[in-house]
């Protein structure tokens, strides 16, 4: 079982990047997709998470109107386009899977089945 995030990389202030998350050992149908981040210094955050149940999308205040989740059960693949980036939005970046029957909320879980390596994202001018 392994989730691989990818896409990460360098890009100015309002620019724009698409974040991968690829899952190989089971099937993406059941589990909520979450993705977080973890900027240096500072404790991990959850960004954004994506349900199983009726591919509902949650995100943090700080996101919202800039990144978008979505999920493609036939390709395995969980996808964070995120545009109008900022400095702060500067982090390691990591997917994670949970059974969507176990738990009521992606947003407030904190049991996570799965946890990828991560990838990062800077943004700088």
């Known amino acids: 079982v392994q989730l691989q995030a990818s896409g990460g990389g360098s890009v100015q202030p309002g620019g724009s990047l698409t974040l991968s998350c690829a899952v190989f050992?089971?099937?993406?149908?059941?589990?909520?997709i979450g993705w977080f981040r973890q900027a240096p210094g500072k404790e991990r955050e959850r960004v954004s998470c994506?349900?199983?149940?009726?591919?509902?999308?949650r995100y943090v205040d700080s996101v919202k109107g800039r990144f978008t989740i979505s999920r493609d059960n036939a390709k395995n693949t969980v996808y964070l386009q995120m545009n109008s980036l900022r400095p702060e939005d500067t982090a390691v970046y990591t997917c994670?899977?949970?059974?969507?029957?176990?738990?009521?909320?992606?947003?407030?879980?904190?049991?996570?089945?799965?946890w990828g390596r991560g990838t990062l994202v800077t943004v700088s001018s």
């Open positions: 994506v349900s199983s149940r009726d591919g509902s999308t």
């Open positions: 994670a899977a949970v059974w969507g029957a176990k738990i009521r909320n992606c947003i407030t879980t904190n049991v996570w089945d799965y």
């Open positions: 050992g089971f099937t993406l149908d059941h589990y909520d």
